[in-house]
Nanobody
Framework: QVQLVESGGGLVQAGESLRLSCAASGSIARILAMGWYRQAPGKQRELVAR???????YYADSVKGRFTISRDSARNTVYLQMTGLKPADTAVYYC????????WGQGTQVTVSS
């Protein structure tokens, strides 16, 4: 059984930073990519950032230049460093791991006050 454990969410003021972590454990035969999605109230879940097994990163336009995704392959852990946070970044952030199957974390709340 695969588990994704997220941490690092919280309440911050606009302009501040947060770092999210997601550690994957269990039987994951091969991880192709790891990423972060978010879902704000009343909106669809959207891709925020994704990093491939080779280290190639993708970012949504709304977070480019402010967020940085990284991974520790030895620990099956993915990080999301978020700087210059805005109220529009307020959402539940979900970790995603793609291998032979796709796995999701339970989500961590990020709230940015103005």
């Amino acid at each position: 059984q695969v588990q994704l454990v997220e941490s690092g969410g919280g309440l911050v003021q606009a302009g501040e930073s947060l770092r999210l972590s997601c550690a994957a454990s269990g039987s994951i035969a091969r991880i192709l990519a790891m990423g972060w999605y978010r879902q704000a109230p009343g909106k669809q879940r959207e891709l925020v950032a994704r990093i491939s097994s080779g280290g190639s990163a993708y970012y949504a336009d709304s977070v480019k230049g402010r967020f940085t995704i990284s991974r520790d392959s030895a620990r099956n852990t993915v990080y999301l460093q978020m700087t210059g946070l805005k109220p529009a970044d307020t959402a539940v952030y979900y970790c995603n791991v793609d291998g032979l199957s796709s796995y999701w974390g339970q989500g961590t709340q990020v709230t940015v006050s103005s």
